[in-house]
């Protein structure tokens, strides 16, 4: 009898997108060198996007969605990984052109593997997955740009989401006094025990003010939300201060005006997980199992299983989401 495993598989059906949990016959798999059983995936609002077709995420059907996943290798054709090795994939185009995590099999091309890092369980590994790399990212491009922690205060949109609490964890970390932008008042005492010396409500920082330049607040900004938020933030960056953009939860427009950048020499840096160097994935994971603390991470996790994604999904684009979304495919992990 031929084996199979369990997925949540995408189908278009009159123009809509469908999800359904199904049993698939392992044939089905895409090619790759490596089989991987996964223990974790995760639920980022890209996959939300995915699953629920609001965005155009997924060009081919039927598709197992799922940007992230951690697991034990099952069978490799590359010497360099082993049965049993623990490994983690971000991004690459898993879950977007290649099948993804949100099922118990995954093959995949070796280049896309990343050692387990030390110290870092599966299931916390995919606590951070792609919004904690992306919120890595974020905070290396400032560094990069010259914003330190002596220069004032760095503001965090969509503060509450998952990559903007983990960027809210790791600035805390780096030592700046960091301001959570959030719509969710309710999580104010969350975002403070993260490391926020202040949150603010996200309409000040989206309309700080009518003219093309407002006071100037932030020595840097970690974006999330991007339209109207981003274009309110550039207005209030300090003289040669810098935005890390990477979101789009508020929307994909910019409009905004040169002033920010020819008077005050403002920095827009955009900032890719899914492309991103595997250099630059090595020293992102290094610190973040090194930086993080885990019981922050834990206290911002919720764990569901496959079952409940498709019911979990939605609420990511209704703003219901706070924290991270691990998805637990092994029982055991
Ligand atoms: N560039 C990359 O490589 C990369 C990687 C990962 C994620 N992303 C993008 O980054 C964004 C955040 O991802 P995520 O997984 O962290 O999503 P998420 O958990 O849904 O967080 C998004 C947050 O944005 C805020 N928000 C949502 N809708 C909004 C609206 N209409 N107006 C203003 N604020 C709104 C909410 O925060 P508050 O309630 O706190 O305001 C929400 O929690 C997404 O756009 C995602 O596609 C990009």
Redesign the pocket.
């Known amino acids: 009898m031929s084996e199979s495993f369990r997925a949540l598989v995408l189908y278009q059906e009159d123009g809509r997108t469908v999800a359904r949990i199904e049993r698939l016959e392992n044939e089905r798999l895409p090619a790759g060198e490596v089989s991987i059983d996964v223990l974790c995936s995760t639920l980022?609002?890209?996959d939300a996007l995915a699953i629920t077709g609001a965005g155009k995420i997924v060009r081919s059907f039927p598709f197992v969605p799922g940007i992230d996943l951690a697991g034990r290798v099952r069978a490799s054709e590359d010497p360099n990984w082993k049965t049993g090795d623990l490994v983690l994939v971000t991004g690459w185009g898993l879950g977007e052109r290649h099948w993804g995590g949100l099922a118990e099999v995954a093959r995949l091309p070796t280049a896309w593997l990343q050692r387990l890092p030390e110290g870092l369980s599966p299931r916390r590994a995919m606590a951070i997955g792609?919004?904690g790399f992306?919120a890595m990212l974020c905070v290396m491009a400032l560094e990069r740009e010259g914003v330190r922690p002596e220069q004032g205060e760095v503001v965090v949109t969509?503060?509450?989401?998952?990559?903007?609490s983990i960027a809210v964890m790791l600035l805390a970390r780096a030592g700046y006094r960091v301001v959570a932008?959030?719509?969710?008042p309710e999580?104010s005492d969350v975002l403070r025990e993260l490391g926020a010396v202040e949150v603010v409500d996200?309409k000040s920082v989206a309309e700080p003010g009518p003219g093309p330049l407002a006071s100037a607040r932030w020595a840097g900004a970690i974006d999330?939300?991007?339209g109207a938020?981003l274009a309110g933030l550039l207005k209030s960056i300090r003289y040669r201060g810098t935005v890390a953009a990477?979101?789009?939860?508020?929307g994909v427009e910019l409009h905004t005006t040169v002033f920010p950048f020819i008077l005050r020499g403002v920095r827009l840096i955009g900032?890719?997980?899914?492309q991103a160097p595997v250099a630059e994935r090595e020293a992102a994971w290094a610190r973040l199992a090194r930086d993080l603390d885990l019981a922050k991470l834990d206290r911002i996790t919720t764990v569901i299983t496959l079952d409940e994604v498709p019911a979990v999904a939605p609420r990511?684009l209704e703003?219901k989401?706070?924290g991270r979304i691990v998805v637990r495919i092994d029982p055991n992990a």
């Not at 969509?158 to 903007?164: E, I, Q």
């Open positions: 980022n609002y890209k792609t919004a992306t969509g503060a509450a989401g998952g990559v903007g932008s959030s719509g969710k999580w996200r999330t939300v991007g938020t990477c979101g789009n939860a508020g900032i890719d997980s899914v990511f703003g989401v706070a």
